[in-house]
């Protein structure tokens, strides 16, 4: 990958591209390394075709962020950018490929301000139940989907998490199936529960696939034979896409499968800091973006406690 100009002109041609690696070192989760690649990668083309000419520096990260806010992207995806463009001018410092006062620069280039609650994307009940349905389970590939898409809607799970499960994940707890120790976000483990039809799903797929021990989903070849031994995030990416799609639903990814989780759970009046604990989040207030839930002063908790003082 070609080096920036000036103030890294000194780097070797493929000085960007160590630093990049260093940048996605910094940080753990799949996710994360792919998103800080795809920002790094953009910008670097976005870099290429306007050639502003200052080179690495504050003045062409602030020009890259209005250039992300003209193309009406959304605050969160901006902020990921611009975490990624400020570690890599921290590495390119310590690397001696940049002045540490103008990385301390980049560094203070602001991200943008998230106003309001972002909804994202749920499905319906109907909506979810026409999604699992949709895959042709005559097939062994269509038993596998809709093993695959019980399980994001009904454990609430991260595609990446879905891609890393195993059969000795599930296992029975207090007269129920669970998924237990889930390394999610930040190292964080927990147990999730599992709806009886998503266990049932899963069931139809294994014994169909005949396998029992190992990642939980695998790769079925066109010739409807499984093929390798575990699915990858993106091809669980892809499979949600296509069958939404199929049905209608042209914007829905699998982390909105894992929204109608929570949405559809806390319609059915399940405890909120249950849904916490099974989406792993860290912070109840992350639970409640999901969820899209604001703070209801007429209908409000201290009116369900139930208490009388007499006079």
């Known amino acids: 990958m070609e080096t920036l100009p000036s103030p890294i002109t000194q780097a070797p041609s493929d000085g960007i591209g160590r630093l990049k690696a260093l940048v996605l070192d910094s940080v753990n989760s799949p996710e994360s390394k792919r998103a800080y ?4 990668t953009d910008f670097l083309k976005w870099y290429s075709a306007a050639d502003p000419g200052t080179g690495f520096t504050r003045a062409t990260v602030q020009a890259y962020r209005a250039h992300l806010v003209e193309q009406a992207r959304a605050p969160s995806t901006i902020n990921v950018r611009m975490s990624a463009i400020r570690q890599l001018a921290i590495e390119a410092a310590d690397n001696g490929l940049m002045a540490p006062e103008l990385a301390a620069a980049i560094g203070r280039v602001k991200g943008i301000k998230n106003e309001g609650v972002r909804t994202g994307n749920w499905l319906t009940v109907s909506q979810a139940e026409q999604l699992i349905k949709s895959p042709d389970i005559r097939t062994l590939k269509g038993k596998r989907d809709r093993a695959l898409i019980a399980v994001l809607i009904g454990c609430g799970l991260r595609r990446e998490e879905t891609a890393r499960l195993t059969f000795e994940h599930i296992q029975q707890r207090d007269g129920r199936w669970v998924i237990v120790d889930m390394r999610g976000k930040g190292g ?5 529960p599992m709806p009886s039809w998503t266990k049932g799903a899963i069931d139809e797929w294994t014994i169909a696939a005949g396998c029992n021990s190992g990642r939980l989903f695998r790769p079925v070849n066109r010739g409807g034979r499984l093929w390798g031994d575990s699915m990858t995030a993106q091809s669980i990416f892809e499979t949600v896409k296509q069958y939404a799609t199929g049905i209608g639903l042209k914007e829905i990814a699998p982390h909105d499968l894992r929204r109608t989780f929570a949405k559809l759970a806390y319609k059915g009046k399940a405890a909120l800091e249950q849904i916490q604990l099974s989406l792993g989040h860290f912070s109840i207030l992350t639970t409640e973006k999901y969820l ?12 369900r406690l139930g208490l009388k003082l007499g006079g």
């Open 37 to 40: 690649d795809r920002a790094i």
């Open 188 to 192: 964080r483990v927990r147990t999730v």
């Open 292 to 303: 899209g839930v604001r703070q209801d002063l007429t209908d409000a908790p201290c009116d």
